[in-house]
């Protein structure tokens, strides 16, 4: 199982510049006064892995540059990389800027590059919002058991298990 080693953020939200967030180990905590940006590297994570602006709390990703939430946005793009180490610590990079890119590929092959590593966006394996924990937590027992199934992936295997069982 890989881990996130850091992300480096570029005039993103409350980071002015080119900044290191990490290293990071395989269990984190982030800790800070209300408002010091605990939730917006949680926005980091999630604009890298494709998110769209609602999550991120913004109207338009352009709102994401830093600045920009008071008029003044430093510059016309901001960028995410998340550092990812796989077992034999050999690194993968995702980035995502405003300006559209992922890594230079299309939206499609970064979603494809992450599923290869155990992470399916659509499923929200590994990001849980503020608020979202209640909510999962109020669903009924057969969605909350619907939605484990698409996060590790079991579903795919339903029908052949049920194969198996008539034969
Ligand atoms: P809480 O404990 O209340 O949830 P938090 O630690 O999660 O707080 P965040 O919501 O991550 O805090 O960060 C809020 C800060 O980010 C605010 O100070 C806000 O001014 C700053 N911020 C948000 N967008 C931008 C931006 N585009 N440019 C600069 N600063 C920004
Ligand atoms: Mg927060």
């Not at 982030?30 to 408002?35: L, S, W």
């Not at 609602?54 to 990389?81: E, K, Q």
Request: aromatic share 8%; net charge positive.
């Amino acid at each position: 199982m890989g881990y996130l080693k850091q992300i480096e953020v570029e005039n993103f939200k409350s980071w002015r510049g080119k900044q290191v967030i990490g290293p990071f180990m395989r269990f984190n905590c982030i800790i800070g006064t209300n408002g010091s940006g605990k939730s917006n590297v949680m926005d980091a994570l999630s604009f890298a892995m494709g998110e769209r602006t609602a999550s991120l709390r913004v109207r338009h990703l352009r709102d994401l540059v830093h600045g920009a939430h008071i008029g003044r946005p430093v510059s016309d793009t901001a960028r995410v990389s998340l550092h990812y180490c796989d077992d034999e610590e050999q690194e993968t990079v995702f980035c995502r800027s405003v300006s559209g890119q992922y890594n230079g590929v299309r939206f499609p092959c970064l979603l494809h590059a992450l599923e290869k590593i155990g992470i399916v966006t659509k499923a929200r394996n590994c990001l849980v919002f503020q608020g979202a924990v209640e909510s999962i937590a109020l669903k009924d027992p057969k969605e909350r058991t619907k939605m484990f199934e698409i996060i590790c992936q079991s579903k795919e295997y339903a029908e052949k298990y049920d194969k198996m069982k008539e034969a």
